[in-house]
């Protein structure tokens, strides 16, 4: 199993900052892709920003310019520096991670997807 801990949420005012972490533990392979998702009151939780464990990142329109996705330095700690931030970035933020593992002999791979509990952010206006 995997656990995937996150830190970080808090009230900010807008124009403020803050950083998100999340870290997995258990049985996780260096291949994978990390990320945030959120999900504010009454919406459905959508993508903020993704990470492969070859750096390659992705962003939501909505953060372009303003939110940072990072790996830690042990690859297996994901942050995401939030910048600028606005009150319709109130959500509950995520952390998602996508495990790929080699299975058999032959190569087969399987994967597993993992959430966080999330941490809330809250950014007065």
């Known amino acids: 199993q995997v656990q995937l801990v996150e830190s970080g949420g808090g009230l900010v005012q807008s124009g403020g900052s803050l950083r998100l972490s999340c870290t997995a533990s258990?049985?996780?392979?260096?291949?994978?892709?990390m990320g945030w998702y959120r999900q504010a009151p009454g919406k459905e939780r959508e993508l903020v920003a993704t990470i492969t464990s070859g750096g390659a990142t992705n962003y939501a329109e909505f953060v372009q310019g303003r939110f940072t996705i990072s790996r830690g330095y042990n690859k297996n700690t994901v942050q995401l520096q939030m910048d600028s931030l606005k009150s319709e970035d109130t959500a509950v933020y995520y952390c998602?991670?996508?495990?790929?593992?080699?299975?058999?002999?032959?190569?087969?791979?399987?994967?597993?997807?993992?959430w966080g509990e999330g941490t809330p952010v809250t950014v007065s206006s």
């Open positions: 258990g049985r996780i392979s260096t291949d994978n892709v």
């Open positions: 998602h991670a996508e495990f790929h593992y080699v299975v058999n002999v032959e190569g087969a791979r399987a994967t597993r997807k993992y």
